[in-house]
Every structure is written in structure tokens, then in C-alpha cells.
């Protein structure tokens, strides 16, 4: 008897890969694997993952493993989860089998408010800087100058290429390159008190919305040497420095 109850529990393991098999084929099923982790690689458990359009849906357990089946075909994969940043990729899973696609890393989503940089896999705050207000009187009217103060200001280092950046209920704000002065904005006012702009270089930018407030801001920033105004106060001084705006100088290239 003992014997019977070995031989049934040797041919239940050798049923059990053939089971999951037939689970798979069967059901005209296939199983995209991978596993989630944070940018230390530490695993997310709960992670949601998500075969946009389709029914297919799957968390990740303790682990951040996780294992999606769906029926072969195209998928946009969705992974995400509370406090992170989401992404999704392509993917070509149209035979019957497991694809196993490694391990997926969502950006922690900074806790305090403000405009941040990204730097390899997690957001960080930007150093200060500062561009000071000039006016000259001219014969036609007057020519006003915002140029950066490098003296009061720290650099940030960027490659060239798109850069991210994360928008975190910031109040809003403008990218300006900067000229060979260092000049991010440069306007002028004729004798009938109107004012023209006479330089303004502005990036375009990508913004993705995570959620109401939460944004991902995407930039492809050629060399060169930006500022980032905080522009709801550009043309509102700092109290102590009647003369100065605050914002962010970006240093792009070698």
C-alpha cells in the first residue's frame, strides 16, 4: 500500500509540469513572467500588472514576482503601483509558452512637492539658482536683460538627449536655453510702453500625468546651458534681492 501511495505521489510530480502545460496549450494560453523591484532592487510586492485593453491582470506577490496569462498575441504590458511612477513596454508574446521578461523597476514618487530631476532610477531635488534683472534706459525706450548669476547659483550636470523630470504639484515653471550672455529672457519697452520680446529660447517638452498633480516631463535637451523659472513667480522678485529670481541652471554636455 505504501508502494501504491509512493507510486501515485512520483507520477503526480511527473503530471505536474505536464498539467501546467496543458494549462497553457490547452487554453490557448501563453505567461509573460518577470518580477518588479524599486531602484535598489528590492522587490514590489502588490505591483499591478496590466495587459492594456485586456482582461489579462496580475499583482506581483511578496517577491515582485509575478506571472500574466493571456492569450498569445501583441500586448502593451502596464506596470504599476501606488507611490510609483508606472511604465509599459511592447511586447510579443504570440507563441504558446512562458516569456520571462526580467525585471521591471518603478521610480518612487518623491514625497515632498516641487520639480525634480531624474538621475539614473529615482527623482532628486535640483540645486538653486539665480538670474538677475538688468534695465537699461535706451533712446527707443528701455531693453531688460534676465542673465544668470553663476556666482549665486550651483550647476546641474546633464547629458545630452532626453532628460526627466517630475512634476510634483510645482506651481509652474518654463526651461529657457540661455544665450551666449547667459541670458534666459531679454524683452524691451518702446515709448508707448509696450514690450516685445527679443530673446526666448524654450525646449519643447513631453508631459505624461500620473495622476491629478503628478506629472512626468520628458525634454530633449541639446548641449548646452538651460534655466528652469519657476514662472507663476518669474517676474516676482525675491524679497531680499529685489533684482533676483530663483530657479534651476542646467548644464547639458561634456
Known sequence: MNTNKQTRQGGWRLLRPMMLLIS????????????????????????LVTAVGNPCQVKADQDGQFALSCAPGEYLLSVSLEGYTSTEMEISAVEKKRYDIGETVLVKIPDS?????????????????????TITKTSKGYDR??????????????????????????EGWRIFQLDSEGCAYKDTK??????????????EIQETEINRGKKVVTIDLPAGEYFIADWQGFFQPIRKAKLAYSGHWLKVGK
Open 113 to 133: 512637492k516641487g520639480l525634480f530631476v531624474a538621475e539614473g532610477n529615482e527623482y532628486r531635488a535640483m540645486e538653486p539658482a539665480r538670474v538677475m534683472r
Open 24 to 47: 497553457l496549450t490547452g487554453c490557448s494560453k501563453m505567461a509573460i513572467d518577470g518580477q518588479v523591484v524599486d531602484a535598489t532592487g528590492a522587490p514590489l510586492p502588490d505591483a
Open 190 to 203: 518702446d515709448s508707448k510702453h509696450r514690450w516685445t520680446v527679443t530673446y526666448r529660447e524654450k525646449p
Open 145 to 170: 536683460m534676465f542673465c544668470l548669476n553663476a556666482d549665486e547659483s550651483t550647476q546641474i550636470a546633464l547629458l545630452p538627449g532626453e532628460n526627466k523630470f517630475f512634476d510634483y504639484e510645482h
